[in-house]
C-alpha cells in the first residue's frame, strides 16, 4: 500500500507538472508560429483576397469599378480563346511532368540502388541540382541554340548528312516547349523519386530474391509500388511549373504556344484589364488547390510504412 | 509589348523601391524606358544643373499607367508612348506643359509639335521624344522582287518563313492591309474582318517575334525572310554586311512615338523643364540615339552623329518631314483590351 501511494504520489507530480509543460510548450509553439503564420496572411492570404475583390470588378477605361459580378469568371471559362489556352497550358503542363518522370526515374534508380557509397549519391545528387546554379533564362536560350536552324543539332545531321537542309520543325513549336520545360524541371523530380526510393530497405529487396523473386518482379513488385508517392510529388511540382511557365513559350514556341500565364501578362501588361486577369489567377489558383489536395489524398494512400 | 524585351528588367522591377524625394530640391524621379535616362547624358545634366536624377525603368507600357495611377507622385517624369500617353491625361496623373518653358521644342519635326495624342481641351500634355516607323523588312537574298505592299507577308511563297512583331501594331498592319480606314477606332466588324486577316495569314508565320534582338536572330539564320520591324533590325544587318532591305508599303506605316509627360505638381518642380530642355537638345539626343538606335524629335539629332549612323539614318529617310507626315502615327486606342483579346485569339487559334 506504502509503495502504491508512494509510487502514485510521484506520478501525480509528474503528471501536473506534464500539464504545465505541455502548457509551456503551447505557449512557445504559438510563439514559434506566429512569424510565419503572420508571414502567410500578409504576403499570401491579404493578396489572394485582394485579388478576389478585383476579379469581381471592372474596367471603365482607366478607371477600376468595384462590383458583384461572376462576369469575369464567366469570360474566363468561356470566352475565346481563354479556356482553350487554359486546356492547352494544362496539357503542357502534364506533358512535362510525365516526360520528367519518364527521364528522372531511371536516373533516381540508379541513384538508390546503383551506388553503394554515400558519397557518390552525394556527388550525383549535387550534378542534378547543378543545372539550376545557372540562369533560368540562359537555358532557355541554351536549346534555342540547340534546336534551331544553324543549331547545333541541326549543323551535326548535315555534317554526317542525315539530312540536306536544317530541320525546322526542331524550334518553334509546342515540342520545343515540351521538351524545354522537361529539361528544365526534371531535376525537381529525380530528387522527389530518389527521396522516396532511398527509404526502401535494402532487407526487403534481398528477402524478395531469396524468395526467388526475378529483377523484374522486384521492380514491378516492390519498387514500382513503393515509389508512386515520390513520382506523384514530383509530377505535382513539375505539373506545376510547366503550366505557369510563360518565358519558355515565348521564346521557343511557335505562333500558337500561347500559355495561360502569357494572356494574364498581357492582360496586366498590355490591356490593363487587372479584372480579367485577377479572375483567371483565381481560377488557376482553385485549380492548383484541388490538383494539390487530390494529389495529396493520393500520396497518403500509396504511402508504404516501414 | 513593345519592349517585352526587356523581360529581366521586368522581373527586376518586382523589387522595385521607391524614392520619395519628390519634393526635395534638386531631385528628379523619372519613370522611364532603359537607355531614356543613360549616364552619358544624365552626368553633365547633373554637373551642369546640381540636379540628382533617379530613374525607374519600367518593362512594359502598361507600367507608366500602373505607376502613375495610384503611386502618389512619386515621380516627376514619365515618358510613355502615343497609344498610352492620354490614358495618363484621362486618368488625372500628368499636368499640361508650358511650352514657354521649354522653347527648343519650336525646333522639332513639324509633326512632334504638339501631336493630336498630346493634345485634349486645348492644352498641350508632354514633350515627344524617341520615335520609329515599323518596317517591313525582307532579306533581298530570298524575296525577288517583293511587291510594294504588305501583301509580302501574306505571300505563300514564304511559306514558314514569315515573322511578325508580338505587338497591337501588327493587328493595325492587318487592318490597314485589309483597307480599313481608323484603326485606331475599330467597330466590332472592322476588328472581326482584321481577325480573319491575321488568321489567313497565320499559317505562314514561324514566330511572333517579341524583341528586336530576337527577330535579329530569325534573319541572320535564315528561319525569317520577311516581318515587320524595327529599324534596329535594319541598321545592325547592315552594319553586319546583310541584304535586308525594307519595302514602303502603300497601305502606309505605324508609327511609335514616346513624350515625356509631367506628373500632376511635378512642374513647381525647378528641375522638370531643364530635364525636359536637356534632352530636347540635338547633341543630347545624338546621345541617346547610341544608346537605344531610335529616331529623335529633333531634326538637328542627326547632324551630331558620326557619318555612319547619319548615312544610315539618311537611308531610313528619318531626316525627311515629308515622310515622317505620312507615317501612321499611333493614337489612344480607348477599346484597348478587345484590341488585345482579338490579337491573343490570332495566338491562340490553331493553324489553319
Known sequence: ?306 | MRRAARLATAIGLVLFTASTAHAAKGRLNVLTWEGYADPSFVKPFTEKTGCQVKATYVGSGDEFVAKMVGSGNIFDLVSPPNDIARRLVDAGAVEPVDLAKAPVTTKFFPVFQRPAWLEKDGKTWGVPYSFGIVRIVVDADKVKNPPASVAVLWSDAYKGKVSLWDDMETLYMAARYAGITNVYEMTDAELATTKQTLLKGKPLVKKYWFSAGELDTLYNSGEVVASNAWETTLVNAWKAGRNLVEIVPTEGRGGWSDSWMVAKGAGKNPCTYQWIEWVSSPEMQALGHAVTGFGYSHPGMIDKLDPTTRGYLKRLQMDDPAVLSKVSWWQPVKRRNVYLETWNQVKAAKKL
Open chain 1, 1 to 306: 500500500m506504502k509503495t502504491t501511494a508512494a509510487a502514485r504520489a510521484p506520478g501525480t507530480d509528474l503528471s501536473s507538472a506534464g500539464t504545465d509543460g505541455r502548457a509551456l510548450a503551447r505557449r512557445r509553439l504559438v510563439l514559434w508560429l506566429a512569424p510565419p503564420m503572420l508571414w502567410f496572411t500578409a504576403f499570401m492570404l491579404v493578396p489572394y483576397a485582394i485579388m478576389f475583390f478585383y476579379s469581381l470588378g471592372s474596367m471603365d477605361y482607366v478607371d477600376f469599378v468595384p462590383g458583384f459580378s461572376p462576369a469575369n469568371y464567366v469570360k474566363a471559362l468561356t470566352a475565346e480563346p481563354y479556356p482553350d489556352v487554359l486546356l492547352k497550358s494544362t496539357v503542357n503542363g502534364l506533358l512535362t511532368a510525365l516526360l520528367s518522370s519518364v527521364v528522372a526515374f531511371p536516373l533516381a534508380m540508379w541513384m538508390a540502388f546503383g551506388l553503394a557509397s554515400p558519397r557518390r549519391r552525394a556527388l550525383v545528387s549535387i550534378l542534378v541540382v547543378l543545372p539550376w546554379w545557372a540562369s533560368y533564362l540562359v537555358k532557355v536560350y541554351a536549346w534555342k541554340t540547340i534546336l534551331g536552324a544553324e543549331g547545333v543539332l541541326n549543323t551535326a545531321l548535315m555534317a554526317i548528312g542525315l539530312v540536306d537542309e536544317p530541320l525546322s520543325v526542331l524550334l518553334y513549336n509546342r515540342f520545343a516547349v515540351v521538351l524545354t520545360l522537361t529539361y528544365i524541371f526534371t531535376p525537381f523530380a529525380v530528387l522527389s523519386i530518389y527521396a522516396q526510393l532511398e527509404r526502401i530497405p535494402r532487407s526487403l529487396v534481398e528477402a524478395a530474391r531469396n524468395l526467388g523473386a526475378t529483377d523484374g518482379e522486384i521492380f514491378r513488385r516492390i519498387i514500382l509500388p513503393i515509389s508512386v508517392p515520390g513520382v506523384l510529388a514530383g509530377a505535382v511540382i513539375t505539373f506545376s511549373l510547366g503550366f505557369g511557365d510563360f518565358v519558355t513559350p515565348s521564346l521557343v514556341g511557335g505562333p500558337d504556344d500561347l500559355m495561360i500565364t502569357n494572356l494574364v501578362v498581357n492582360l496586366l501588361g498590355v490591356s490593363m484589364d487587372r479584372p480579367l486577369g485577377s479572375a483567371i489567377g483565381v481560377v488557376v489558383i482553385a485549380f492548383s488547390v484541388l490538383l494539390l489536395m487530390a494529389a495529396n489524398a493520393a500520396e497518403r494512400r500509396t504511402q508504404v510504412r516501414f
